[in-house]
């Protein structure tokens, strides 16, 4: 695990370990609460509790983080891994002066994470050794099956099964004499008793039918399962042992609740309990639920001839309303996390005053370009609006300063998915533009957002009207307008603008690249395969030589390996899909990606180029992806090593 994800994954976790705190303290309160009603009640609030815990793992990484006021005085600062890896980006934006890769820093910065990465280790070691457990126990009751003889009074079985209103078939099995009865089986209950059951008096083989009866009719078997899954991966803190001792001790006075409401004597009950805890040995450890454990029994005892206890049940209401509540405390206690704070860097805020005091908007501009790097929208969206407010300010809000400011914003807006914030703004922008060519632009961003809502002859319009406005960048309209055309059925129209587009682009410019792939793709969906390999020929024949050439995997470069003769491959441990762009997706374009990358040591990806370009905004989509991507380090002779390596990103839509 390299140092980052240790950190994250530190951070991640603590937080989660303290928000289980907190819902198994909810749990046990209202346990007390509830003291007075049956042991069925107290035991679905135990229930209810370890579903929570088990799936607060997952709610913490899927549920939307909301920052609260005085959650930083309990939660770590890292505690969301979301926000981590946000945080983290600037040691991922590609720089072309960046150092060498392999040089990770002071070596005890290497140090002062070992702790964490042991702690995470002991973790994750106690939880495997604890299911390793619970899969031998369940092998284990599965083997007992085999020898085992049906039940044989079957009269009996049939009048207890009718009693508590067993629906659908359970199996009960006679085991070797002397052994515990219990229950088994998730989906196919099975009930154990002992052979030498035959000794027994009718009472005594009603009453230990009934309770093992009463068990498959509550669904304890599943429950059992639930909790110690919650046990296991919280086998560390003495809370969910706590938990599950009440879990169990609730569990069987709730189950000798439902053999006594059928008519069973308190006195013969508690006295049969007694002798079969006595005498009898039970099996299958946790994954059976044995009649009659020593270690539980005093209470039960109590319980069972207290003749004032609330012996009633629960019914669906009561599991639904558990449910809900569960939900409500759990989902938004996986959201919490600390309050980041108000407003921006100080220094940020000050680079705002100093601009806005000169008049001059280009620092917050090229600022707002490496907040969006590192994915701090929220800076990069102020930066933008205060560059606006100096545009307007120093030039009105009529001239083509406050206009191209305003189309910068938008498409900030469109980049980061708020097409409801883009669209008003690319609207005012070729507003307060008229027909000056920079209104170009703002047109086909309108266009293109309306193709995504479907509304294909209100975006031809708009870029018919980009291409009158700028007649010397008419490629890019033309190539909207196919693509209008195309996603509106008429092939012909198409294929005629698709022509005109690549025609009238720079030849060998990205935007012919992007026109020239997208004819390509359009000529196959119309099933002419050899026109579109002669399109794609071309392309390629006339960019050859083109690019600057980058490195190679293989190229010796100091400090950074190759992949191969004693290097292992980095291997992706947290991976983020891409997000398509909205131009991408309005052009149905679908297709890879491809990057070379070096993979330094802590397992991030720096010194990003694009090697085999899509266009359209998913080159930096790809890029934006791969920056947070955490891998596990390529290793060479126990250590590790920076590496070169070659990404595919796949852009398929759904």
């Known amino acids: 695990m390299p140092e980052l994800n240790a950190a994250v ?37 135990w229930t209810a509790a370890a579903a929570a ?16 006021p005085g959650a930083e005085l309990l939660l770590p600062a890292n505690a ?52 390793g457990q619970m899969l031998a126990a369940l092998m284990k009751v599965r083997r007992m099956r085999r020898p085992a003889q049906p039940f044989g009074d079957g009269e009996l079985y049939e009048a207890a099964v009718r009693e508590l209103e067993i629906r659908s078939g359970v199996e009960v099995l006679e085991l070797a004499p002397g052994t515990m ?35 498959v009719r509550r669904g304890d078997v599943a429950t059992q399962l639930l909790a110690r899954m919650a046990l296991g991966l919280y ?136 907040a969006e790097l590192l994915m701090k929208n929220d800076v990069a969206r102020k930066l933008l609006e205060s560059s606006v407010a100096i545009r307007a300010a120093k030039s009105g809000e009529q001239s083509v300063e406050y206009g191209v400011g305003l189309l910068n914003l938008a498409e900030f807006e469109k980049r980061r998915g708020g097409l409801a914030a883009a669209e008003p703004l690319y609207r005012k922008a070729v507003q307060t533009l008229g027909e000056r060519p920079e209104a170009a632009r703002g ?74 792939r997208m004819y390509a793709n359009f000529l196959k969906q119309c099933g002419r395969m050899e026109d579109a390999m002669m399109v794609e020929s071309r392309m390629l024949k006339a960019r050859v030589g083109l690019h600057t050439p980058v490195r190679t995997p293989t190229e010796k470069r100091p400090g950074v390996h190759a992949i191969g003769g004693g290097v292992m491959a980095p291997v992706p441990v947290f991976k983020l899909e891409p997000e398509y762009s909205e131009e991408a997706r309005a052009a149905q374009l679908a297709g890879t990606v491809m990057l070379r990358v070096d993979i330094d040591p802590q397992g991030v990806a720096r010194n990003i180029q694009v090697v085999r370009s899509l266009g359209l905004g998913l080159d930096e989509k790809a890029v934006e992806a791969i920056n947070q991507w955490r891998f596990k380090p390529a290793m060479k002779d126990g250590e590790p090593v920076t590496v070169a390596a070659n990404i595919e990103v796949n852009f398929r839509l759904q």
Do not use: C
């Open 80 to 131: 969301d891994f979301r926000t981590t890896v946000t945080e983290r980006q600037a040691r991922a934006v590609p720089r072309h002066d960046a150092p060498a890769a392999g040089s990770a820093g002071p070596a005890g910065v290497s140090r002062s994470l070992d702790w964490r990465l042991a702690l995470l280790l002991a973790w994750a070691l106690g939880s495997a050794v604890f299911y």
């Open 443 to 516: 047109h086909v961003g309108l266009g293109v957002l309306a193709i995504n809502k479907k509304e294909l002859a209100g975006a031809y319009d708009h870029f018919q009207h980009a291409q009158r406005v700028a007649p010397d960048e008419a490629g890019l309209a033309l190539m909207w307008m196919a693509v209008a055309k195309q996603r509106d059925g008429d092939k012909q129209a198409a294929e005629r603008f698709y022509e005109k587009a690549v025609k009238a682009q720079e030849a060998n410019s990205q935007d012919w690249a992007v026109a020239g």
């Open 181 to 215: 009865p219990m229950t088994i089986g998730l989906l196919r209950p099975i009930v154990f008793v002992p052979a030498d059951h035959v000794a027994w008096t009718a009472e005594q083989r009603r009453m230990v039918l009934l309770h093992e009866l009463a068990h």
């Open 235 to 370: 086998w560390w803190n003495p809370l969910a042992w706590r938990a599950w001792k009440e879990f169990l001790k609730e569990r069987e006075q709730a189950t000798d609740d439902v053999v006594l409401r059928a008519g069973t004597r308190a006195s013969s009950y508690a006295t049969y309990l007694l002798e079969a805890a006595s005498t009898l040995e039970p099996a299958g450890g946790w994954a059976a639920l044995a009649m009659a454990r020593r270690s539980e029994l005093e209470g039960r005892l109590m319980s069972i001839l207290n003749s004032g206890a609330n012996r009633t049940t629960v019914g669906r209401v009561q599991v639904a309303l558990a449910a809900v509540l569960a939900l409500a405390l759990t989902i938004p206690l996986a959201a919490l996390g600390p309050q980041e704070a108000q407003g921006l860097p100080p220094d940020i805020d000050a680079a705002i005053r100093a601009a806005a005091a000169e008049r001059n908007s280009k620092p917050l501009e090229d600022a707002a370009k490496v």
């Open 53 to 68: 815990v088990l799936a607060l793992p997952l709610l913490t990484l899927s549920v939307p983080a909301v920052g609260v």
């Open 9 to 45: 994954w530190f951070g991640w976790w603590s937080g989660v370990a303290l928000k289980s705190a907190l819902v198994l303290g909810v749990a046990w309160m209202g346990a007390q609460l509830l003291r007075r009603r049956s042991a069925a009640a107290r035991h679905l609030i």
